[in-house]
């Protein structure tokens, strides 16, 4: 599938991604994407951002491709159990959060502990860092095999955002292109 024939919603996580990031620089590059806007972006609200991705899937006019970071990861890993024949296509996950087990997790992630761990239902890519401050490989992975998505290790990439050095990524835009011809 090409990008030009699906709309590519962007799920930011915690504090929505910064002018710098990868996510950013891929709104403004690529003429489909676009942002899913959460109301309280420093205080997340479960059922909130949850209800917010599902309305944004719902209004699109094509089918969708997710590409969630963070604790937007965690929001579409969410939204999947009400996505029944969905629009949805694939689902690009960089850097999950371990919001039940990782001690360095903020305290804003609390309300999506205890996330499914039931496989998407559609295809999926995970890419986790050997790094994250957030999430150990190992846990990634566990995540990764659980949602039945693609594991691929980005190397020392911290949280891959941009205080990592991932502004614009593009071995990430490459895994991205990888998925995208899945599909």
């Known amino acids: 599938m090409k990008t030009a024939d699906a709309d590519i919603l962007v799920v930011p ?8 990031h990868w996510q950013h620089r ?3 590059k690529i003429r489909t994407a676009r942002f899913v806007e959460q109301d309280e972006w420093d ?3 479960f059922e909130d951002w949850v209800t917010t991705l599902e309305r ?6 094509r089918p969708v491709i997710l590409v969630g970071h963070s604790l937007g990861v965690s929001a579409i890993v ?3 159990r009400n996505l029944a024949d969905t629009k949805v296509k694939a689902a690009f996950l960089v850097a ?6 990782h001690p360095d997790v903020p305290a804003a992630t609390a309300p999506f502990k205890g996330l499914p761990r ?9 890419v986790a860092s050997s790094n994250d401050p957030y999430c150990t490989v190992e846990r990634a992975a566990d995540l990764a095999s659980a949602w039945g998505s693609d594991f691929h290790i980005a190397g020392d990439a911290g949280h891959i955002n941009a205080e990592s050095g991932h502004g614009p990524w593009p071995e990430g ?8 011809g899945r599909i």
């Open 96 to 101: 999950p959060p371990d919001v039940d087990e």
């Open 173 to 180: 835009l490459l895994m991205f292109t990888r998925l995208m």
């Open 118 to 126: 039931d496989p998407l239902k559609f295809p999926s890519m995970l």
């Open 13 to 20: 996580g915690l504090g929505h991604s910064g002018p710098g």
């Open 43 to 45: 205080a997340p609200v």
């Open 26 to 28: 891929w709104v403004d």
């Open 56 to 61: 944004q899937i719902f209004m699109a006019t």
């Open 78 to 80: 969410a939204a999947n």
